[in-house]
């Protein structure tokens, strides 16, 4: 079965403070799909990047990077020079393409950054 | 363009009440999927739509719950009768073709309290 373990219950580091978040997949599938959505403060979720299994290139997009590391079954995520604005709660999600529409998400990173 | 437009933002009840909740997706999109968040079980999925078509309620926790989908501009879950245990942020979420392997757009959700 699909499963999501994100370990960190919750992280705080001090502004420009590098941060990494850990996600940790099981599949059984060859091809699947790997997400990170943010969660701030006002609740809604808000699509960060999607990864499918046959793209293991690590991807950087202005502070944050992602590394994708299939076989440890991770996909963790990397904000450097954290911010304030950071301050979230992070989602890792695993899709798998053979079971159809389901999402399963992780539990979740609150993630909390002081000025 | 709009994103998922939810309504209510939050939702008061007394248990033994009918609550709806309803939901706008993106337009043009072909899927549409109701997720439940709470503490102790995280995001859940309840049930999916594509084109209008309910493909899988396994995730709907009860008979109490239900959702339809009468045009593809509109979807709505209600439960009734409502209990303190449905207490939780509904999202309602929209997504393109290929359901998800596509990216979700998420709503803003609704803040139900059931009490």
């Known amino acids: 079965a699909q499963k999501v373990t994100q370990a960190q219950t919750e992280i705080s580091v001090v502004e420009k403070e590098d941060v990494t978040l850990d996600c940790v997949y099981e599949?059984?599938?060859?091809?699947?799909?790997l997400f990170w959505y943010k969660q701030p403060p006002s609740g809604e979720l808000v699509f960060l990047i999607r990864r499918n299994s046959f793209d293991e290139q690590n991807e950087i997009s202005g502070r944050y990077s992602w590394n994708f590391q299939k076989s440890t079954s991770s996909f963790n995520f990397t904000i450097t020079a954290s911010q304030v604005v950071d301050s979230a709660v992070y989602f890792c999600?695993?899709?798998?393409?053979?079971?159809?529409?389901?999402?399963?998400f992780g539990p979740g990173t609150r993630l909390s950054v002081l000025p | 363009d709009a994103g998922v437009i939810q309504s209510p933002r939050h939702e008061v009840t007394e248990m033994g009440q009918e609550v709806t909740l309803r939901c706008k997706p993106i337009s043009g999109h072909d899927y549409l999927f109701w997720y439940r968040q709470t503490m102790m079980r995280g995001l859940e999925l309840l049930i999916y739509f594509n084109n209008n078509v309910p493909i899988d309620d396994s995730g709907m926790p009860e008979d109490r719950f239900s959702a339809k989908m009468p045009n593809a501009s509109f979807s709505t879950l209600k439960i009734q009768p409502s209990e303190p245990r449905d207490s939780a942020v509904y999202f309602c979420?929209?997504?393109?073709?290929?359901?998800?392997?596509?990216?979700?757009?998420f709503g803003s959700g609704t803040q139900l309290s059931v009490l």
């Open positions: 979420a929209s997504s393109l073709s290929q359901g998800a392997t596509e990216k979700l757009f």
């Open positions: 599949t059984r599938d060859t091809t699947y799909y």
């Open positions: 999600a695993l899709s798998e393409l053979r079971y159809g529409q389901n999402f399963v």
